[in-house]
């Protein structure tokens, strides 16, 4: 039951993460609709985190071991907020990343092809 309850959460995160990533990666060709749609990431992952955390409540009562719908709810709804921080940690990681080796004198393959 304990080993339960600490993993729903980082289930919800990723839950919703990987069908955040999946709406951004289908869209990314349409430009227009992806710019319109990124500033909405973070409702629609608060959207999918509540209906996530409302499937475990009543799909597997032992997942989420909450006894009252509306904290399952809140729970769901800042795990769904929390995946939306956790792709912007990846993004400055990869942007790190990157800069960090241009820095260093390494060039990227696009870099070779035009050079």
């Known amino acids: 039951s304990d080993y339960l309850n600490s993993v729903s959460i980082p289930v919800i995160v990723t839950v919703v993460y990987v069908i955040i990533d999946l709406v951004k990666t289908t869209i990314a060709p349409y430009t227009t609709l992806s710019a319109r749609l990124s500033h909405f990431?973070?409702?629609?992952?608060?959207?999918?985190?509540?209906?996530?955390?409302?499937?475990?409540?009543?799909?597997?009562?032992?997942?989420?071991?909450?006894?009252?719908?509306?904290?399952?709810?809140?729970?769901?709804?800042?795990?769904?907020?929390?995946?939306?921080?956790?792709?912007?940690?990846?993004?400055?990681?990869?942007?790190?990343?990157?800069?960090?080796?241009?820095a260093k004198g390494f060039s990227s393959d696009e870099d070779n092809a035009n050079g």
């Open 41 to 102: 990431y973070p409702l629609i992952a608060l959207a999918l985190g509540i209906v996530t955390a409302a499937v475990m409540y009543y799909a597997g009562p032992e997942s989420i071991t909450q006894t009252n719908l509306l904290v399952a709810l809140a729970i769901g709804a800042a795990s769904g907020l929390t995946a939306v921080g956790t792709n912007q940690v990846v993004k400055q990681l990869a942007k790190t990343t990157e800069e960090t080796a241009e």
